[in-house]
């Protein structure tokens, strides 16, 4: 199982882009690179996923270099609504190939 | 489409009593999961299942057993409970698809053993 190291915390300020990146150097040929995001008192919810490259929804962007053993979730123009903790996953298809480590908590001031 | 749901959302039990979690999903997936989250840390896989009537061990299986009788349900029970136990349980379900998944998750079970 791959396991990936990110920050432990980070503050930003409404408006801003955050750029929140992993690391996952045990990164295996066949893993995907998904991005949850935890509201306190929720369970955590999908924002992203990729393989290489870059990858953009309506959320979130995620960009993945050639060697894929990082990788960076960006949130353009962050609320208050965006605090949370973020997880970066990596792995194979099923939950038991994936590990959530301690997650970034993202804390946006006003 | 309820998604995932979790019963009950709150339970507080004295330490050797016994309880079952129960998960139910309507989105026809494979996998399910059964994870605890500690306060201030990640979530830790206990068991899960990649079919009705298979279940396996996660990270921190021990004193805890589950079954998976129908498709759309996951218990998770407890036979002696322990004050270790405290935590958040939150169940998951996913459904593979081009070598990857992506889990949904349930709102969680608060946990109190005294």
């Known amino acids: 199982l791959a396991k990936t190291t990110q920050p432990i915390s980070m503050d930003s300020y409404e408006g801003q882009e955050v750029n929140i990146t992993c690391s996952h150097n045990?990164?295996?040929?066949?893993?995907?690179i998904t991005w949850y995001q935890q509201f306190p008192s929720q369970g955590p919810r999908f924002i992203i996923q990729g393989y290489k490259t870059k990858v953009t929804n309506e959320v979130a962007s995620l960009f993945i270099p050639a060697d894929r053993k990082s990788s960076t979730l960006s949130l353009p123009r962050v609320s208050l609504s965006d605090t949370a903790v973020y997880y970066c996953l990596v792995g194979g298809t099923g939950g038991f190939k994936t590990i959530f480590g301690a997650g970034t908590r993202l804390f946006v001031k006003a | 489409n309820a998604g995932v749901t979790q019963t009950p959302k709150f339970r507080v039990l004295k330490t050797g009593q016994s309880m079952t979690l129960l998960c139910a999903q309507d989105m026809n997936h494979e996998y399910m999961y059964w994870y605890r989250q500690d306060p201030g840390m990640g979530l830790r896989l206990i068991h899960y299942s990649v079919g009705e009537g298979t279940t396996a061990k996660g990270e921190v299986p021990d004193g805890y057993n589950v079954s998976r009788l129908k498709k759309q349900n996951f218990l998770l029970g407890l036979e002696s409970a322990a004050p270790s136990q405290t935590s958040v349980y939150f169940c998951?379900?996913?459904?593979?698809?081009?070598?990857?998944?992506?889990?949904?998750f349930g709102p969680g079970t608060r946990l109190t053993v005294l």
């Open positions: 998951a379900s996913s459904f593979p698809t081009g070598g990857t998944d992506t889990q949904y």
């Open positions: 045990n990164i295996a040929t066949n893993d995907y």
